[in-house]
């Protein structure tokens, strides 16, 4: 499931391909994905331009010069593919038309970008863009967690009494926006604090911690994601799904990682999801 770095990924490599462009034609091959799509989609797509496009939490924001912003989530398999001509340049052949290939985007100057999702879970829809932070997907969001409102004391505060895990506040999508369960377990790890502990039984000082440790996990991912656009000339055109070397998520039963630590990471289930962690180091 694509978390926020991976969605930073694919923004920046379909920035090349879209943006300042005219959606010389949108297709859209069905009816919805996990929501009907919005009206008339297709007509009210083709002819615009794509004056910026932006990301919100793990949703993309293609700006458009018809003053709608399209709201684009990956849901758990939405896949972007990019072929044809990209900054004048030609890299790949477009793919032969491929089950659960939703939506078509054909750009002006010969670039395709492909959205595939066999499960269905993506979604897509159109706003004003005047009121796209009032669409109910983006509400209630809490702040970027690389973003400036993000700081020391706003987290501090906002987990002052709160009697659930630490793990479960940090994905409370209203505390802090796009953080998932894979990068909430990496900085939990990073910052020694067990997932379990309760979030407002934490000193200030620890909590106060976490947030240049998020920052820092999440500028690391996006990091290799941007190795991984370099390299994706070469394979298929595919964006965003990129190898990335985790310190304990999907890592039960083999050494911690932290330096002078003989601990072992450790699996266990909260709120029917999987955290890992080090028993030894993480308090
Ligand atoms: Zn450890």
Request: with cysteine; proline share 6%.
């Amino acid at each position: 499931m694509p978390e926020l770095p991976e969605v930073e990924t694919v923004r920046r490599g379909l920035i090349p391909a879209i943006e300042g462009r005219v959606i010389a034609a949108a297709r859209v091959n069905r009816p919805d994905l996990r929501w009907p799509f919005p009206p008339r989609m297709a007509q009210r797509l083709t002819g615009a331009r794509i004056t910026r496009l932006g990301r919100r939490s793990k949703y993309l924001l293609a700006d458009l010069s018809s003053g709608e912003t399209l709201i684009v989530h990956l849901g758990m398999s939405g896949r972007m593919l990019v072929s044809g001509a990209v900054m004048g340049r030609f890299h790949h052949d477009h793919p032969a038309p491929a089950k659960h290939d939703h939506v078509v985007f054909d750009m002006e100057g010969g670039a395709r970008v492909t959205f595939n999702d066999a499960r269905r879970f993506g979604a897509m829809d159109l706003i004003e863009t005047d009121r796209v932070e009032d669409h109910w997907l983006l509400a209630g969001l809490g702040p970027e967690p690389l973003g400036n409102a993000f700081h020391q004391d706003y987290l501090v505060e906002r987990l002052r009494g709160r009697m659930t895990p630490i793990k479960a506040a940090l994905l409370d999508q209203r505390v802090v926006a796009g953080l998932g369960n894979i990068y909430v377990c990496e900085a939990l790890h990073r910052a020694g604090i067990s997932p379990k502990r309760k979030a407002g039984r934490i000193s200030a000082a620890r909590i106060a911690e976490l947030v240049p440790v998020i920052r820092t996990v999440l500028q690391e991912a996006i990091a290799a994601g941007g190795s991984s656009l370099r390299d994706y000339r070469q394979s298929d055109g595919e964006l965003g799904y990129f190898q990335h070397d985790f310190r304990v998520y999907g890592r039960e039963g083999q050494p911690c990682r932290t330096p002078g630590c003989c601990g072992t990471v450790t699996r266990i289930v909260q709120s029917g999801r999987s955290s890992f962690y080090c028993p030894q180091c993480q308090r």
